[in-house]
Nanobody, 115 residues
Framework: QVQFVESGGGLVQPGGSLRLSCGVSGTIFSIYTMGWYRQAPGKQRELVAD???????RYGDFVKGRFTISRDNAKNTMYLQMNSLKPEDTAVYYC?????????WGQGTQVTVSS
């Protein structure tokens, strides 16, 4: 059974930082392009960033150099370092392969940016 388990979210003030982690089990993590996604209240889920098995990365335009995606294939884990957070970054953050496997979404981790 494939599982994606997100952690590391929380409440942070504008301008602050958080580091999200994604643990993956039930599949061969290292061969897939992985992605971080987010869904804000009342909005559709969107891709934040993705990283292929070789480590090449892509980011959504709204990231603008503030976020860094990385992966550790030996640990079956992916990370998202988020700096200079803004209130509009408030959302539930999810990880999945890219393109996503729709039936395997995890619970996500809530990120709230507020003063």
């Amino acid at each position: 059974q494939v599982q994606f388990v997100e952690s590391g979210g929380g409440l942070v003030q504008p301008g602050g930082s958080l580091r999200l982690s994604c643990g993956v089990s039930g599949t061969i993590f290292s061969i897939y392009t992985m992605g971080w996604y987010r869904q804000a209240p009342g909005k559709q889920r969107e891709l934040v960033a993705d990283i292929n098995r070789g480590g090449s990365t892509r980011y959504g335009d709204f990231v603008k150099g503030r976020f860094t995606i990385s992966r550790d294939n030996a640990k079956n884990t992916m990370y998202l370092q988020m700096n200079s957070l803004k209130p509009e970054d408030t959302a539930v953050y999810y990880c999945n392969v890219y393109p996503e496997w729709g039936k395997y979404w995890g619970q996500g981790t809530q990120v709230t940016v507020s003063s």
